[in-house]
T-cell receptor, first 113, second 112 residues
Framework: SAVISQKPSRDICQRGTSLTIQCQVD?????MFWYRQQPGQSLTLIAT?????????ESGFVIDKFPISRPNLTFSTLTVSNMSPEDSSIYLC??????????FGPGTRLTVT | GNSVTQMEGPVTLSEEAFLTINCTYT??????LFWYVQYPGEGLQLLLK?????DKGSNKGFEATYRKETTSFHLEKGSVQVSDSAVYFC???????????FGDGTTLTVKP
């Protein structure tokens, strides 16, 4: 299993600012994933972050808007840049330590005003 | 590409009623299938999983069977409780990519 923590748990930000979300895992994992869950909707994958390489972004998401760092095998950050109200969502970090069982962090609830 | 289609909600049941939430999928290769649950104000938790055809995942009285012939993974519980009220997500993980595709979620409300 894997225990994942995220910081902050929630934040209220002003339009045009940026927020960096941290994800910490209690074990070393190769792949980490960042998801977005907009209000009342399902999860959408933003990007896959592997240690030592550039993140791979899904269609509709770009590095300038969502830069990701992955400095080691237990930590990653996602930055939401130049925020607008449409970025108000829950942002979730997840890992697959082995096999195909995916573990999720508690999420960061972001509100942009 | 991969896709997951869930039964539309919301679903409202009385306590001790039988629950079925339908889930069908489209995928290349041989995906693993999952049900996740999200309680109000909380993150996602894995409820159960099945990694190959005819596997049955079970947990907390919930069951789902991986049916390759019908590409389905329906969630069932014989007697729901108020504490089962949550949003349920069906998902698949493609063995090659390692990332998951989620259904839209089904909100279940159980009334006493």
């Amino acid at each position: 299993s894997a225990v994942i923590s995220q910081k902050p748990s929630r934040d209220i930000c002003q339009r045009g600012t940026s927020l960096t979300i941290q994800c910490q895992v209690d074990s070393q994992v190769t792949m980490m994933f960042w998801y977005r869950q907009q209000p009342g909707q399902s999860l959408t994958l933003i990007a896959t972050a592997n240690q030592g390489s550039e993140a791979t972004y899904e269609s509709g998401f770009v590095i300038d808007k969502f830069p990701i760092s992955r400095p080691n095998l237990t930590f990653s950050t996602l930055t939401v840049s130049n925020m607008s109200p449409e970025d108000s969502s829950i942002y979730l970090c997840s890992v697959i330590p082995r096999g195909y069982e995916q573990y999720f962090g508690p999420g960061t609830r972001l509100t942009v005003t | 590409g991969n896709s997951v289609t869930q039964m539309e909600g919301p679903v409202t049941l009385s306590e001790e009623a039988f629950l079925t939430i339908n889930c069908t999928y489209t995928a290349t290769g041989y995906p693993s299938l999952f049900w996740y649950v999200q309680y109000p104000g909380e993150g996602l938790q894995l409820l159960l999983k099945a990694t190959k055809a005819d596997d049955k995942g079970s947990n907390k009285g919930f069951e789902a069977t991986y049916r390759k012939e019908t590409t389905s993974f329906h969630l069932e519980k014989g007697s729901v409780q108020v504490s089962d009220s949550a949003v349920y997500f069906c998902a698949l993980t493609n063995t090659n990519a390692g990332k998951s595709t989620f259904g839209d979620g089904t909100t279940l409300t159980v009334k006493p």
